[in-house]
């Protein structure tokens, strides 16, 4: 055991460090425009040297590196240290451009991938319906192909940030003869067209991100589909497995414990620092456990997937440990705010100090984890039966 | 960045595991009443001390094989994932402490006999309700000290002794009184009240600096064994789940069991992380073994525990039995979580380390 990256990668490490001194961050009292503009060149420069969108190839824009998970990490710490933007955020770069990869055309691969990585492209999930959640192969919304482009009508729902994206990635039924998971295509149409209409949903949160989308005539060329018709199932298998991946991160657990210890020792109840409370520091402690727990995990699943092992069970529980994780640490954030979070926060703007109600938006967003991305129980569907081997339930 | 056991390890580790699967059968140490544990003990350590595991943390120049704690800890996670009664770890630490303080005449009179097994060692630690180093008060200058609780104590030829400063100690022979045994909760690991005579005691010169590690060690292996203890329980129930039927179909059809059996995956096995994490540390992140060997013990017996238990209600009324042997992996991470200090005392000390 070693945690340590070793001599090898030390060149390698201080490399990114270099990069990112020499790139990182726009001079101070940039405006708004020239930040974007600067953000745009840096992901442009990072590409370029390999740090970014490291396994899509060059002729797509990408930085075609060979999959290296150790140099990945060095990577992903050393620009979190410098508070560098990754790569653009967002199901674009997340789920559609590796499904691209795994089952695209190469026209689409050419034409979609590159503006897409730039941002200039920006996707929505049309995946949830109101009949069809978890039960997702049960999907009605439809596409006819007529006159050589296909004519869509349905209803998909649980779209985020549909109103800000220029495209729908969707799973949609082309072949109405057949039900579940036969029939069912992935097409790829504008939301910038007549037959889209949208209607932000209000959550709990008082956030409006999540959206529903009706499709009503809506059309997109006949080869805007990815794979085969009638095999949008097996495509979308893809992207699924890719945001599991992207929700699982030990990172976000560790962030928001830390900031966790950071609010218990500066709020003050009684004359003193809420963390010298003893229950509360149990619980601190507690949270902890399962926090350390969810990244040394990590770590193993590194270290297996440098060796080209399997992960196992692992990698079944990433998405329900961090839910688990987060939703303990909401608990805990709740107690320690008490009447400090009986006030919505401001819907834009505000610090932590200032606004210690801010958690809230972090109390109600890690519920929001435990349904988006394959709710909780079919996280404990897929550990059972596909991380311990037990037979599927009758029926379904 | 390598965070998984090495080669030699894991080989270490498949070779106790197949040994241990055929030597200790589950469904009969449940019938052994305590002469026939020892003989099952003596049988076990045979194997152990033959494969030098003894020696774990003690250097060459000692006679030992000088692997670290973590290697020691894969000892104990497959002791515990087999229920398997050992001296091998006690007479490990043992070794460790009088390699790492004895004076030579201690060294030449007991380490030969640690690391082959013909000396048993015992740790007497625990005084009044407290674990703990910084609660060490027993003199050299007074009356008997009582040590409460020692594993391994009814047969012990050395006992490993915690003194106020904190220091260590070693005695044997007379001068150490047993008191009456009383059944076990853990049948492998009876533990025995001792009264030790002062003057049976010898210190053990420099060993103020062993007491922290000697409490961050044994904090980690109870972790591991723990972790073993209770991923062998959750095994047992996930088979189970598989082939019991109710209903017409195996109970692991339904989803009230395989969420229930979901829920004990998501806990048990990132559990063990953190005690090789801890043992880890003991070996290469001196500034970080207190706080991960506190975690360990607050975290893993808990989960182990909670993990076991659930277990039980998995499997229905058999799980209930004295002779199914479940209730083996329950008591040894019960036994677990007490030892060394329980739960809430390491979650306070994990506050006060990380300076909350």
Redesign the interface.
């Known amino acids: 055991?070693?945690?340590?990256?070793?001599a090898a990668y030390q060149d390698f490490k201080t490399e990114v460090e270099s990069f990112l001194a020499q790139h990182w961050p726009p001079p101070k009292g940039a405006t708004r425009e020239e930040r974007k503009a600067a953000t745009a060149g840096f992901r442009l420069a990072a590409t370029e040297a390999g740090y970014i969108y490291r396994n899509v190839p060059r002729a797509y824009g990408g930085a075609e590196q060979p999959p290296n998970v150790?140099k990945a990490?060095i990577i992903r710490r050393a620009f979190a240290k410098a508070r560098a933007p990754m790569e653009v955020p967002g199901n674009g770069v997340a789920l559609l451009v590796p499904t691209l990869l795994d089952c695209g055309a190469d026209w689409q691969k050419e034409q979609l991938i590159a503006p897409t990585l730039r941002g200039e492209i920006t996707w929505c999930q049309g995946y949830s319906e109101p009949g069809a959640g978890s039960d997702l192969a049960s999907v009605r919304s439809k596409a006819e192909l007529v006159d050589g482009q296909w004519v869509i009508h349905g209803h998909k729902i649980w779209t985020t940030l549909a109103y800000e994206s220029t495209h729908m990635f969707a799973l949609l039924r082309t072949d109405p003869s057949t039900s579940k998971h036969e029939g069912i295509s992935y097409i790829l149409l504008s939301m910038k067209q007549p037959g889209v209409t949208i209607r932000r949903i209000r959550q709990i949160s008082g956030q409006s991100e999540f959206c529903e989308v009706f499709l009503d005539g809506a059309t997109t060329p006949a080869d805007w589909i990815v794979g085969e018709p009638g095999k949008g199932w097996q495509v979308s298998r893809s992207t699924l497995k890719h945001e599991r991946n992207m929700v699982g991160g030990s990172a976000r657990t560790q962030a928001q414990f830390d900031s966790l210890?950071r609010l218990?020792?500066t709020t003050v109840r009684n004359g003193r620092p809420v963390?010298e409370d003893?229950v509360v520091?149990?619980r601190?402690?507690?949270i902890?456990?399962?926090v350390?727990?969810?990244t040394?995990?990590a770590?193993?699943q590194?270290?297996?997937d440098?060796?080209g092992e399997p992960l196992g069970?692992?990698l079944q529980?990433n998405k329900?440990?961090s839910t688990?994780i987060l939703k303990s640490i909401a608990t805990l954030a709740q107690d320690i705010l008490a009447e400090n979070g009986l006030h919505m926060p401001p819907s834009e703007g505000g610090t932590a100090k200032d606004h210690p109600e801010l958690w809230l938006n972090q109390i109600f967003g890690s519920l929001a984890l435990s349904i988006a991305g394959g709710t909780s129980?079919i996280?404990?569907?897929i550990?059972?039966?596909r991380?311990?081997?037990?037979?599927?339930?009758?029926g379904v | 960045m390598d965070f998984d056991l090495s080669s030699e390890q894991k080989m270490l580790q498949d070779g106790l595991s197949e040994f241990l699967s055929k030597a200790v059968v589950a469904t009969r140490l449940v019938q052994m009443d305590g002469a026939e544990v020892d003989a099952l003990r003596a049988t076990v350590d045979a194997a152990l001390f033959d494969m030098g595991l003894a020696g774990i943390l003690v250097d060459e120049a000692h006679g030992g094989l000088d692997l670290g704690l973590l290697t020691l800890v894969v000892v104990a996670e497959e002791l515990g994932r087999h229920a398997a009664p050992s001296s091998a770890i006690r007479n490990a630490l043992a070794a460790w402490v009088i390699s790492s303080s004895g004076s030579e005449a201690q060294k030449t009179r007991w380490l030969g006999g640690l690391l082959d097994g013909s000396v048993r060692a015992a740790f007497a630690v625990q005084e009044g309700d407290s674990w703990s180093p910084e609660a060490w008060t027993s003199g050299l200058d007074g009356g008997p000290l009582n040590k409460r609780n020692v594993e391994g104590g009814a047969d012990a030829d050395l006992l490993i002794v915690a003194l106020g400063g904190p220091k260590l100690g070693l005695a044997h022979g007379a001068g150490i009184t047993r008191k009456e045994p009383r059944p076990a909760l853990d049948t492998t690991r009876p533990v025995v009240d001792l009264a030790i005579a002062p003057e049976a005691i010898e210190e053990l010169q420099g060993s103020e600096r062993l007491a922290a590690p000697l409490r961050d060690a044994q904090l980690a292996l109870l972790a591991a064994d723990a972790y073993g203890a209770g991923q062998s329980a959750f095994d047992m129930s996930v088979e189970y789940a598989k082939t019991r039927t109710q209903f017409d179909r195996p109970i692991g059809s339904f989803q009230a069991i395989k969420h229930q059996l979901a829920n004990m995956a998501l806990e048990i096995h990132p559990a063990r992380f953190l005690a090789w994490y801890a043992a880890h540390a003991w070996d290469a992140i001196p500034a970080d073994v207190e706080h991960a060997a506190a975690l360990a013990k607050a975290h893993v017996p808990d989960v182990a525990v909670r993990t076991a238990r659930a277990t039980v209600e998995a499997h229905g009324g058999i799980g209930y039995t004295w002779e199914y042997p479940l209730h083996l992996f329950l008591k040894r991470a019960m036994f677990d979580r007490v030892a060394w200090g329980g739960v809430e005392e390491h979650r306070a000390r994990v506050a006060t380390l990380s300076a909350w």
Not at chain 1, 1 to 6: I, P
Not at chain 1, 387 to 394: A, K, S, V, W, Y
């Open positions: 055991m070693d945690l340590e990256f070793g150790i990490e210890v218990a020792k963390s003893p520091r149990s601190l402690a507690t902890e456990g399962a350390k727990a969810h040394y995990s770590y193993h590194l270290t297996k440098a060796a069970i692992l529980l329900l440990s688990e129980n996280q404990r569907n550990i059972s039966e991380g311990l081997g037990l037979p599927r339930e009758q």
